[in-house]
């Protein structure tokens, strides 16, 4: 077998910059998102420049999500730049849509304010991106979207979507899953390896991640089944912008890898080199985004990233004192005013408070190292490590026994506790490896089948 290697990225998220992205509204709706908005153009060109410059692969597979909101001009403007990129580099490009690309009513922000722009069906996709995997395909299924294309003599990529004409983010049907299997078992008998491509992932990229519905493929067990047990061991995805390494194996003893890539345009922002060494062996190795041309007051684009990833978090904990009415309604809680006066007085304290004062509501000891830490600063590299991947906090650490001990003591309330998929959960364990790495590297790592 012919070594290959592949660029993966994912959440590239495009947005045309000059449909209008500033004025105060902006910033407002700004101050809750984890990832850029005026600077997603600016951005993607430097990850297109950057690819087109380095020769380590001639493919790219781009896992959904292309455009911030399914603005038509952003299509347009991103499929031209993906033409353009493949004609200039003679590279190829491969993609999947997903939610992000379907939208009747998407926006932009002006000095008066948000306003509506003109969006795309999902019947128009196709038009934008048959170039980019759709007319290579030696099998294509329109209703999904999803393809099968030969990315070289030995190895196959298949191509899932789950969005119809009709809904988002479908559970698949047995129809569908049979379309995949029977494309699975071609592949095998024409002698292949196959590897599969998704926007949602098929496994939590941390298991607390697995409590938010959205957060996978719906029914994804079915899916893992139908890819493991026919010879599909392998799977990139996208969606959660989290930077993750996952491995399951099924009944029947088939191991399927979920490789999920930080999004372009927020922190975590990475790309995957991927090398199939041989149908046992595949290497994953992790680039960072490149810089790109911005004002970002003196910081690097990885340090601007971060600072946008923890204005978030930080809006959140700030809103609970000072606007909890803000609050309520970004977390989908109905506000009442007994309610507004509670999380006024818990985020009052939960911002003044050290890491030693909150364990001790919890009759928990902190370790001394970092007793005297901010909470509230503690909390936001809490939720930023979840996305990052390779979660320091480990049993061992200060963090980490500190954590462990304020689960074991939260565990006996949630021993009734299902996933969103109606899983049950292991509260303890499930919050051990959210907040530290026990499996695969998130970031550099050799796969074995």
Known sequence: MQELKFFVITDTHFF?????????????????????????????????????????????????????????????????????????????VYVVTAGHDVNAEPYGFNENGRFTVEGTTYAELYDFYRDFGYDRAIE?????????????????????????????????????????????????????????????????????????????QSEAGELVDTLADNGVHLIFTGHMHNQSVNVVETQKGNKLVDVCTGCTIGCPAFMRLVTVKDEHTV?????????????????TGKEYLKVQFDRMIRT?????????????????????????????????????MTIGGFTRLLFVRA???????????????LVRIVFEGNQPFV????????????????????????DAQGEPVDFYEMMKHTVGNYGLDDYNTTLNF
């Not at 101050?31 to 380590?56: G, H, M, P, S, Y």
């Not at 294309?149 to 049979?178: P, Q």
């Not at 290497?283 to 910081?299: V, Y």
């Open 395 to 418: 049993e061992g650490t200060p963090e980490g026994d500190t954590l462990l001990r304020v689960f074991r003591r939260l565990a006996p309330f949630f021993k009734s506790m299902k």
């Open 367 to 381: 370790a001394p190292e970092i007793k005297n830490h901010s909470f509230t600063d503690f909390a936001i590299d």
């Open 140 to 216: 294509f299924d329109r209703e999904h979207l999803s393809y099968v294309a030969d990315l070289s003599d030995d190895v196959r990529l298949l191509v899932i979507c789950n969005d119809t004409a009709d809904a988002k983010h479908v559970t698949y049907s047995d129809e569908f899953l049979g379309w995949i299997a029977s494309q699975a078992q071609k592949a095998r008998a024409d002698g292949k390896m196959m590897i599969a491509m998704e926007h949602y992932p098929v496994l939590a990229g941390q298991p607390l991640l697995a409590l938010i519905g959205d957060a996978r």
């Open 16 to 92: 045309k910059n000059s449909i209008g992205a500033y004025g105060t509204d902006y910033e407002l709706y700004m101050d809750t998102q984890q990832k850029c908005f005026a600077e997603t153009e600016a951005i993607n060109r430097a990850v297109f420049d950057d690819l087109a410059r380095r020769d380590d692969a001639d493919i790219v597979l781009i896992a959904g999500d292309l455009t911030f909101n399914g603005e038509k001009e952003s299509h347009r403007a991103f499929s031209e730049m993906l033409h353009d990129f493949q004609q200039k580099t003679g590279k190829q």
């Open 283 to 299: 290497q994953i190795e992790s680039i960072p985004t490149p810089d790109f041309d911005w004002d970002k007051h003196g910081q």
């Open 316 to 352: 959140f904990i700030d809103c609970m004192e000072n606007d909890p009415v803000r609050f309520m309604n970004k977390v989908h809680i109905k506000s009442t005013p007994a309610l507004q006066k509670a999380f006024h007085v818990l985020g009052k304290r939960l911002r003044r």
